[in-house]
């Protein structure tokens, strides 16, 4: 590996570094933020206690059931737990994760999803680095330090 790559990839690294941290600062301060997370993860809940999700209000009462650690809810993440936006197979991937506690699987998913940006992040830096090598590492570091949202909001969604 050349040293321009070996610079470039560390800047890519750093780049979602500082989107990580920032992500997690956002979220440390606003625990209503994480809410499209927190809607899968209720909804996989909902199906590992065999309730229907697809139920209107039935992730908004597990979520109070378990309320001994959780905030009250807010009326954002109140919509978000009453209806169900999500597809079925969503909560077949989140299930694992619902298994776990909150806080354990809301950890474990932002690592997979920081995990997941960088990844993408060297992908589209490997195609573009035979046409334009530092433009394309510094236009996709541009992108990757400026998804912090994406961690605080966790989104897990598979479509628009």
């Known amino acids: 590996m050349t040293r321009t790559r070996q610079i470039a990839l560390a800047c890519l690294l750093l780049s979602c ?8 600062f956002l979220e440390r301060n606003r625990p209503d933020l994480m809410m499209d997370f927190k809607g899968v993860y209720f909804e996989a809940r909902c199906l590992l206690q065999h309730t229907d999700p697809y139920k209107p ?17 807010t009326a954002g993440l109140r919509q978000t737990l009453i209806r169900d936006l999500y597809l079925p197979t969503t909560s077949i991937f989140i299930a694992p994760f619902a298994m776990l506690p909150w806080g354990p699987a809301h950890l474990l998913w932002m690592i997979l999803t920081a995990v997941a940006l960088v990844f993408a992040g060297y992908l589209m830096w490997s195609i573009g ?12 570091c541009l992108v990757l330090a400026n998804s912090e949202v994406l961690f605080a909001t966790g989104n897990p969604r598979e479509s628009s």
């Open 17 to 24: 570094g500082i989107s990580v941290l920032l992500g997690f």
């Open 57 to 73: 209000g039935e992730p908004l009462r597990v979520y109070m059931a378990e309320g001994a650690n959780q905030p009250v809810p």
């Open 129 to 140: 680095t035979n046409c334009a090598p530092v433009i394309s590492a510094g236009l996709i």
